[in-house]
Nanobody
């Protein structure tokens, strides 16, 4: 069983930065694929970035040059550094975990979820 707790969201002006953190409980954290999703009002939850033993991926074209995912297995944590934020980045950001050595993209393929942290970017 894994419990995930996100933090670091908030209100920021366009062009600003935020660093989201996800703290995971449980053992064998390094064996989990970790991902960040986001969901804006009225939209589907979308994969933003992920990290697994094979590497990292940032899939959303609009954030590839602005967002970076990283993890610290010694702290059971994964991070999302978000720079040059835009109003369209406004969403609730969720941390997700899946046991295994590959990184799926579909929300239904992840077994564990945090409660999310709200990111609001004002223009």
């Amino acid at each position: 069983q894994v419990q995930l707790v996100e933090s670091g969201g908030g209100l920021v002006q366009a062009g600003g930065s935020l660093r989201l953190s996800c703290a995971a409980s449980g053992s064998s954290f390094s064996e989990y694929a970790m991902a960040w999703f986001r969901q804006a009002p009225g939209k589907e939850r979308e994969f933003v970035a992920g990290n697994w033993r094979g590497g990292s991926a940032v899939d959303v074209e609009s954030v590839k040059d602005r967002f970076t995912i990283s993890r610290d297995n010694t702290k059971n944590a994964v991070y999302l550094q978000m720079n040059s934020l835009k109003p369209e980045d406004t969403a609730r950001y969720y941390c997700a975990a899946r046991y295994g050595s590959w990184l799926p993209r579909g929300p239904h393929e992840f077994d564990y979820w945090g409660q999310g942290t709200q990111v609001t970017v004002s223009s």
